[in-house]
Structures are given as C-alpha cells and as structure tokens.
C-alpha cells in the first residue's frame, strides 16, 4: 500500500508503518507548499492509495464525492509524534480501495480511517 503523508504529519511518523507500506512524504516527492486539490490530483497520479494528514479542514475544503485518492485523517489533540503513533496499522497489507468500495458508495469518498487494521482509529466509515 502506498500512503503520502502530508506536511502537516510529522515525516519521522513514515518509520512507525510497517515494511509492508510504501510511505513517503509530500516534501520528498518535492510538492512542499502544493494546495490540497492539486496535491490530491498529484497523489492520484503517482498511484497513492492514501494521503495521511492531521488537518481536519481538508473535509470542508474537497468535494468528497470526486477525491481521487482516499484521505486517512488523524485524529489526535496536538501534531506531536508520540501522539500519532499509537495511531498507525501495525498489521499486515490492507487494500484500501477494497476496504472503501464494500463499505463506500465510491473509493474517492473521505475516509476517517483506513476500514483495515488501523489501530485506534475514531469514525471509521460503516460503523
């Protein structure tokens, strides 16, 4: 699975995720300071599967009915490190574009967290 994680996320949260998904951040991709729009659009090219991110105001900025990448957003009260990592899968692979099309009308809907085994999440959609 191929997560992005926004510059709002902490880049040293990339090394909590297990082998097992590909993380990279929004500065090492080289879109530091891109708007979320295009910054989804790009992700959307590069065959993310997620952006990860901790700014709840992405929700009331996109049209959640046509993201092209689904958006994981950690709830936690302050951006800190020690604060996210309790938040982060330590399972196996999940397939969020499985996980979203049982559970969501269409994969480009805002997810609150990944439908797999993102540990700690709060919203999960379907529940």
């Given at each position: 699975?191929?997560?992005?994680?926004?510059?709002?996320?902490?880049?040293?949260?990339?090394?909590?995720?297990?082998?097992?998904?590909?993380?990279?951040?929004?500065?090492?991709?080289?879109?530091?300071?891109?708007?979320?729009?295009?910054?989804?659009?790009?992700?959307?090219?590069?065959?993310?599967?997620?952006?990860?991110?901790?700014?709840?105001?992405?929700?009331h900025e996109q049209n959640l009915n046509d993201?092209?990448?689904?958006?994981?957003?950690?709830?936690?009260?302050?951006?800190?490190?020690d604060e996210l990592r309790p938040l982060v899968p330590q399972g196996g692979?999940?397939?969020?574009?499985?996980?979203?099309?049982?559970?969501?009308?269409?994969?480009?809907?805002?997810?609150?967290?990944?439908?797999?085994?993102?540990?700690?999440?709060?919203?999960?959609?379907?529940?």
């Amino acid at each position: 699975m191929r997560l992005l994680l926004d510059e709002s996320v902490p880049r040293r949260l990339g090394a909590a995720f297990p082998a097992a998904y590909e993380v990279r951040t929004v500065p090492q991709m080289g879109w530091a300071g891109t708007g979320n729009g295009e910054l989804l659009r790009l992700a959307a090219d590069r065959r993310f599967d997620a952006l990860v991110t901790v700014d709840r105001g992405i929700a009331h900025e996109q049209n959640l009915n046509d993201l092209p990448v689904a958006v994981v957003i950690m709830l936690v009260v302050r951006n800190r490190l020690d604060e996210l990592r309790p938040l982060v899968p330590q399972g196996g692979r999940c397939s969020v574009r499985q996980r979203a099309q049982a559970r969501l009308p269409r994969f480009g809907r805002l997810l609150l967290s990944l439908a797999c085994d993102w540990a700690g999440a709060v919203g999960s959609p379907g529940s």
